[in-house]
């Protein structure tokens, strides 16, 4: 059985920020995939096939009949009924065949890896990037307040935020950091951006300042990396 979602999502900021350095970072929901497409642990084999061949996604959620996340099927789990098959000119041994219902067929309760790693739309790219990374995984179902699948987010969809326009980085590294960083003047300080690289010249009052305007400058999102090539308006020394 195929699902999609039509639950109408609850608008939320599309920007969330961090409580530690203060910088807006883009949610899961201003990058993730939603209505999403679901199947039911009944799901047959062929159909779930047929379901990531029309979407053209590479994994689908199971979900139990109330819309709550059971596990994902993803290709890979798929292939290994392919890699199973008898090839005698192959000289890798087949994978262990998948579990099989009655009567030999093989659906989504069988084939899916579960309990399925899930994530809010609240949360922060940086936050699912890294949720991603811990476990493995390049996909995470999206839930609403019910604990409903109502969307997917995947690593594709969180590298989006590296196709930010070079002028809204700048922008937002002017007014957002060095506008908020006590003590230093954004007029006092060059910043060049090119296909996400960050140039930071001038100066700051305070040596122990750099240190503090380059780690701001990394964690704005779609940021690739900080050249420093700052100085110190009183004269001493920066060490970088």
């Given at each position: 059985?195929?699902q999609?979602s039509?639950?109408?999502?609850?608008?939320?900021?599309?920007?969330?920020?961090?409580?530690?350095?203060?910088?807006?970072?883009?949610?899961?929901?201003?990058?993730?995939?939603?209505?999403?497409?679901?199947?039911?642990?009944?799901?047959?084999?062929?159909?779930?096939?047929?379901?990531?061949?029309?979407?053209?996604i590479?994994?689908?959620?199971?979900?139990?009949?109330?819309?709550?996340?059971?596990?994902?099927?993803?290709?890979?789990d798929?292939?290994?009924?392919?890699?199973?098959?008898?090839?005698?000119?192959?000289?890798?041994p087949?994978p262990?065949?998948?579990?099989?219902?009655?009567?030999?067929?093989?659906?989504?309760?069988?084939?899916?890896?579960?309990?399925?790693?899930?994530?809010?739309?609240?949360?922060?790219?940086?936050?699912?990037?890294r949720?991603?990374?811990?476990?493995?995984?390049?996909?995470?179902?999206?839930?609403?307040?019910?604990?409903?699948?109502?969307?997917?987010?995947?690593?594709?969809?969180?590298?989006?935020?590296?196709?930010?326009?070079d002028?809204?980085?700048?922008?937002?590294?002017?007014?957002?950091?060095?506008?908020?960083?006590e003590?230093?003047?954004?007029?006092?300080?060059?910043?060049?951006?090119?296909?996400?690289?960050?140039?930071?010249?001038?100066?700051?009052?305070?040596p122990?300042?750099?240190?503090?305007?380059?780690?701001?400058?990394?964690?704005?999102?779609?940021v690739?990396?900080v050249t420093?090539?700052?100085?110190?308006s009183?004269?001493?020394?920066?060490?970088?």
């Amino acid at each position: 059985m195929l699902q999609i979602s039509g639950r109408t999502a609850v608008v939320r900021p599309t920007s969330l920020v961090d409580e530690v350095t203060g910088v807006l970072h883009a949610t899961v929901e201003s990058v993730m995939t939603s209505p999403v497409v679901r199947v039911a642990p009944e799901t047959g084999f062929r159909e779930i096939v047929a379901v990531l061949t029309e979407y053209d996604i590479t994994g689908v959620p199971v979900v139990d009949p109330d819309g709550r996340p059971l596990g994902i099927v993803s290709e890979a789990d798929l292939l290994l009924t392919l890699a199973a098959q008898e090839d005698p000119g192959s000289l890798l041994p087949p994978p262990e065949l998948t579990r099989t219902g009655p009567g030999g067929a093989v659906t989504a309760a069988d084939l899916m890896t579960g309990p399925a790693v899930c994530i809010t739309p609240g949360t922060s790219v940086v936050a699912a990037a890294r949720l991603m990374s811990r476990h493995g995984v390049k996909r995470l179902p999206v839930l609403d307040e019910d604990g409903r699948v109502f969307g997917m987010v995947s690593r594709g969809d969180l590298l989006r935020v590296f196709l930010r326009e070079d002028r809204v980085i700048r922008r937002e590294i002017v007014e957002e950091v060095l506008g908020r960083i006590e003590g230093v003047s954004p007029a006092e300080v060059g910043v060049e951006v090119d296909q996400g690289r960050v140039v930071l010249s001038g100066s700051v009052p305070a040596p122990h300042l750099v240190p503090i305007v380059l780690s701001l400058c990394r964690s704005v999102d779609g940021v690739v990396s900080v050249t420093d090539r700052l100085g110190s308006s009183d004269g001493a020394a920066v060490v970088g």
